[in-house]
T-cell receptor, first 113, second 116 residues
Framework: AQSVTQLGSHVSVSEGALVLLRCNYS??????LFWYVQYPNQGLQLLLK??????LVKGINGFEAEFKKSETSFHLTKPSAHMSDAAEYFC???????????FGSGTKLNVKP | EAGVTQFPSHSVIEKGQTVTLRCDPI?????LYWYRRVMGKEIKFLLH????????ESGMPNNRFLAERTGGTYSTLKVQPAELEDSGVYFC??????????????FGPGTRLTVL
């Protein structure tokens, strides 16, 4: 069965510090990978997605993620955290030729002044 | 362009009652999905419509849940009778036709259901 693991349900960083949110997946074949963000009282918004065109994917708001097949990982990073980045982040995978997403349990990012 | 909308935003009902959740997808999107998140756990797939047809309902928990998509437009998810374990946030998402692997799913804000 497909599974997605997000290490750390809560991550706290200082404003200006590096953001690193971890996502590992289990799959016998490389899936399609997505990161979504949910701000308070809003729906999930796509940050970025891996489509096999390039292993380093750049998304909105300065976020990027690197697909590492050997590590079955798709960690999300941002060089310098901003207060507005405080939200919950979800990693999702989609198997080839299947429509449904499998989500991780989410990571809440807190940004301290 | 309007995004995915869901109604109501919150619903509090008692065990045994019936609740109907509604989702309006982005206009022109043939694919409509329902997901559920229970108490801080992962968001789980419930089912997928292509136009008015159920493509995959493998995630539906039991026969107390009934999903419909009239005329391939909006969708409703009815829970009857509701149980305590049905509490959670119900998300709706839509995506364009063709169902390509890289298609983004656009999510609504969710309906928070509380069963007392």
């Amino acid at each position: 069965a497909q599974s997605v693991t997000q290490l750390g349900s809560h991550v706290s960083v200082s404003e200006g510090a590096l953001v690193l949110l971890r996502c590992n997946y289990s799959s016998s074949v490389p899936p399609y990978l997505f990161w979504y963000v949910q701000y308070p009282n809003q729906g999930l918004q796509l940050l970025l997605k891996y489509t096999s065109a390039a292993t380093l994917v750049k998304g909105i708001n300065g976020f990027e993620a690197e697909f590492k097949k050997s590590e079955t990982s798709f960690h999300l990073t941002k060089p310098s955290a901003h207060m507005s980045d405080a939200a919950e982040y979800f990693c999702a995978v989609r198997k080839y030729n299947f429509n449904k997403f499998y989500f991780g349990s989410g990571t809440k990012l807190n940004v301290k002044p | 362009e309007a995004g995915v909308t869901q109604f109501p935003s919150h619903s509090v009902i008692e065990k045994g009652q019936t609740v109907t959740l509604r989702c309006d997808p982005i206009s022109g999107h043939d694919n409509l999905y329902w997901y559920r998140r229970v108490m801080g756990k992962e968001i789980k797939f419930l089912l997928h419509f292509v136009k008015e047809s159920k493509q995959d309902e493998s995630g539906m928990p039991n026969n107390r849940f009934l999903a419909e998509r009239t005329g391939g437009t909006y969708s409703t998810l009815k829970v009857q009778p509701a149980e305590l374990e049905d509490s959670g946030v119900y998300f709706c998402a839509s995506s364009p036709g063709q169902g390509k692997n890289t298609d983004t799913q656009y999510f609504g804000p969710g309906t928070r259901l509380t069963v007392l």
